[in-house]
T-cell receptor
Framework: KQEVTQIPAALSVPEGENLVLNCSFTDSAIYNLQWFRQDPGKGLTSLLLIQSSQREQTSGRLNASLDKSSGRSTLYIAASQPGDSATYLCAVPHGSGNTGKLIFGQGTTLQVKP | GAGVSQSPSNKVTEKGKDVELRCDPISGHTALYWYRQSLGQGLEFLIY????????KSGLPSDRFSAERTGGSVSTLTIQRTQQEDSAVYLC????????????FGEGSWLTVV
């Protein structure tokens, strides 16, 4: 059974710091991995989608890496800003195929202090 | 539309009553998903529609829950005889096809059963 774990559960950093959020999964036979952001009281916003054949994806100050063999993904946020404060979730499809049935981690709640 | 639209945004209902939650996916998206997010819990998959295929209902927690998608577009999630443990945010999402495409979430319907 696939399990997705995110560590730490919460993180507080001063503005400007570079930071790494971690996501691990127990079954390496994944089709892809997505990172989402959730602001309080809001839905989820997709940040990056990494296909199983890819090692990383970049969008602005965000860089996500994927190491299937070790069952890990990291989300790197450069030069953090207070506006980055949110909960970050990673998710993988259930099973090894292409499905919208996603298994989510519990999330990392990030606070960036001005 | 510009994004996934859900209604109502908030619903308070008495225990034992039925509720219907509506989702309008992004135009042209063939895949539609329902998830539930409870306080202190992670995101829980409920049901997945993909085009004309039979929906994946494996995440529905009980037979009190049902969902339909009419005309390949709008979806309705129905909860019969609501219980207090049904209180949660119900999130709808859509994507162009299956999980290989970015998944877009709505803002959610906040359900409180009193």
């Amino acid at each position: 059974k696939q399990e997705v774990t995110q560590i730490p559960a919460a993180l507080s950093v001063p503005e400007g710091e570079n930071l790494v959020l971690n996501c691990s999964f127990t079954d390496s036979a994944i089709y892809n991995l997505q990172w989402f952001r959730q602001d309080p009281g809001k839905g989820l916003t997709s940040l990056l989608l990494i296909q199983s054949s890819q090692r990383e994806q970049t969008s602005g100050r965000l860089n996500a890496s994927l190491d299937k063999s070790s069952g890990r993904s990291t989300l790197y946020i450069a030069a953090s800003q207070p506006g980055d404060s949110a909960t970050y979730l990673c998710a993988v499809p259930h099973g090894s195929g292409n499905t919208g049935k996603l298994i989510f981690g519990q999330g990392t709640t990030l606070q960036v202090k001005p | 539309g510009a994004g996934v639209s859900q209604s109502p945004s908030n619903k308070v209902t008495e225990k034992g009553k039925d509720v219907e939650l509506r989702c309008d996916p992004i135009s042209g998206h063939t895949a539609l998903y329902w998830y539930r997010q409870s306080l202190g819990q992670g995101l829980e998959f409920l049901i997945y529609f993909q085009g004309n295929s039979a929906p994946d209902k494996s995440g529905l927690p009980s037979d009190r829950f049902s969902a339909e998608r009419t005309g390949g577009s709008v979806s309705t999630l129905t909860i019969q005889r609501t219980q207090q443990e049904d209180s949660a945010v119900y999130l709808c999402a859509s994507s162009r096809t299956g999980g290989e495409n970015t998944i877009y979430f709505g803002e959610g319907s906040w359900l409180t059963v009193v």
